[in-house]
């Protein structure tokens, strides 16, 4: 063992590995592929608020475009900066857009919340965020999204409590 673990001279005859030679091993590069892309995770059910159980009580495993999907409800169902368990990525703020002079300036600020939103995907999942229209009714407005991963297109639907006239 060397007697400094700082060494103060620096020895400029070192010789360094080419690019290709410092990827890693086969076995790193295996995690990095099996990373990308969709993960399968359990199924939740919006409705209920709680996970699918399968009769003999098994939770019900969702594929890994599903999770994407479910992922895709979840943010923009979730209320931005009001969980600390997130990050500030997750969610989008509609309740501040909902609170709008308009619903034309609620529908701007919904429509740049939900695409950064959808876009900020940890796993990268998300390539397009298309479409999004919203159909107000007395006492709600319904938003539809389209969405376009990696492996297919999905539309999601839902709706908020309005108070914007």
């Not at 076995?27 to 003999?56: R, W």
Request: hydrophobic share 30%.
């Amino acid at each position: 063992m060397p007697d400094n673990l700082f060494p103060e001279e620096y020895d400029n005859d070192e010789e360094y590995l080419d690019d290709e030679e410092n990827e890693g091993t086969d076995e790193e590069n295996t995690e990095e592929d099996e990373d990308a892309g969709y993960k399968p995770s359990i199924f939740f059910d919006f409705d209920t608020g709680d996970f699918v159980t399968l009769h003999d009580g098994k939770l019900k495993e969702a594929s890994g475009f599903e999770a994407w999907v479910q992922w895709c409800y979840k943010t923009i169902m979730t209320q931005r900066y009001a969980h600390e368990g997130y990050s500030t990525d997750i969610g989008i703020d509609y309740e501040s857009a909902l609170q709008a002079d308009s619903r034309e300036e609620a529908e701007s600020i919904l429509q740049r919340e939900i695409e950064e939103a959808l876009m900020a995907d940890p796993s990268e999942r998300t390539l397009y965020v298309g479409n999004i229209t919203f159909q107000w009714e007395a006492d709600h407005c319904l938003v539809t999204v389209q969405v376009q991963g990696i492996d297919g297109d999905t539309e999601i639907t839902t709706s908020f409590k309005s108070e914007v006239g």
